[in-house]
């Protein structure tokens, strides 16, 4: 059998104030595509199929919509939450939609009540487990867990998978997959995803997976492959400029009663190309080699020796969507290696203070326009004081 392995949907987040909801319509047509293609016979959503708890109602009919695009192209859907995810509002209705050929896999109870597909006309099993997200100080006392962190609750659940997948392989041929929304020693992080525990430390052995036949994992946003059997879909969509260069699609992965088979990368088109450009404002403004950038989103960095003036307004003159601007000076310059004191502990007059600190809030020093209106502005403060 034929499933397509996604994960962290997202649906409902923007990308750096800009929304992107139309981008994720046209991920489910791609989605919807790749299921009639390819003949998916299941669709795997490992996690975070919204971007908040609450998400909006039209986020919410979005998922509707292609769940029902999804069932009515062929495919069955099975859908575990993940630390975006509100579980309790996701899983709502979750006995009724098993019925129509959404499984929903939210709740620490189902852990070890697998979505079973036939293999064979022999008997041979496919058995899905979805792992919901699992936060080690809410669930390890349930668990039964060693310790509150996210290897002992993953340990702890994936054990009663195995104890579940024993007694179900003592009565004939099962297969496994393993559905959960973690960070998995070896994985490459991008800049959108939130951390799952204080410091950046939660990640757990890559061997917790290796019993299964196929780990589908969901959080980490760049697609990619720990080993044959445990793999990361990645967002369909990137959700940040550290994600620029990274292919989005899925994973289709066959699965047969001799175990896993092909398994191969499915790519989609994005919505609009990323740019992270770098160079001084008039290079970029005038440079050719930028021209495919001029319609895609842009972070760029400017390396100017001196902040130049109005430089978003001048760089969106050419490059309209630009949505992240950083500001670097290279060089040597004295003023950048010294600190705020000591270049003001070298001032001779106010009006050197004065001119100082627009130098530090701006990045750049003061005209000789400026000098002269700050020279005016203090000489009506003298004059003043002295009248008094």
């Known amino acids: ?88 509002r996701l899983g709502f209705g979750g006995r009724i939609l098993e019925r ?24 041979a099993e496919l058995a899905v487990y979805g792992l919901p997200y699992l936060e080690p100080r809410l669930v390890a006392e349930t668990l039964g867990a060693e310790a509150p962190t996210h290897t002992a609750v993953t340990r702890a659940a994936l054990d009663l998978v195995r104890s579940d997948l024993a007694h179900r392989r003592s009565a004939g041929t099962v297969r496994s997959l393993v559905m959960a929304h973690t960070f998995a020693s070896g994985g490459i992080t991008s800049d959108s995803e939130r951390d799952l525990s204080v410091g950046g430390v939660g990640a757990v052995p890559l061997d917790l997976f290796e019993t299964f036949d196929y780990a589908a994992l969901g959080h980490l946003h760049g697609q990619q492959q720990l080993s044959p059997n445990v793999r ?83 760089l969106r003159s050419r490059f309209p969507s630009t949505l992240v601007l950083v500001f670097e000076p290279a060089g040597d310059r004295q003023r950048a290696a010294q600190t705020y004191s000591q270049r003001i502990a070298q001032a001779t007059d106010d009006v050197d203070v004065c001119c100082g600190f627009l130098d530090h809030v701006r990045s750049r020093p003061a005209s000789e326009s400026e000098r002269t209106v700050l020279t005016a502005v203090l000489e009506t403060v003298r004059s003043a004081e002295v009248e008094r």
């Open 100 to 123: 129509g050929g959404v499984h929903l896999r939210t709740r620490l109870e189902d852990i070890a009540r697998p979505v079973l597909f036939p293999l064979d006309e022999d008997g």
């Open 232 to 314: 990361y879909s990645g967002s369909p969509l990137p959700y940040s400029f550290s994600e620029a260069r990274q292919s989005k699609g899925a994973w289709l992965v066959e699965i047969g009663p001799a175990g896993l088979g092909n398994v191969r990368a499915v790519e989609w088109p994005g919505y609009r190309e990323l740019a992270v450009l770098t160079g001084e404002l008039e290079e970029l403004l005038s440079d050719p080699r930028h021209e495919w950038a001029e319609t895609a989103y842009c972070h760029i960095t400017l390396v100017d020796p001196d902040r130049p003036t109005q430089a978003m307004e001048r």
């Open 1 to 88: 059998m034929r499933l397509l392995h996604t994960s962290d949907w997202h649906l409902g987040r923007s990308f750096h104030g800009v929304g992107t909801l139309q981008a994720q319509r046209l991920f489910i047509d791609h989605l919807e595509k790749s299921v009639r293609e390819f003949e998916v016979d299941v669709v795997l959503i490992a996690g975070d199929v919204y971007d908040r708890a609450l998400p909006g109602v039209d986020v919410v009919g979005l998922f509707d919509e292609a769940l029902e695009r999804l069932t009515a192209a062929g495919a069955q859907v099975v859908v575990s939450s993940g630390n975006h995810d509100s579980a309790t």
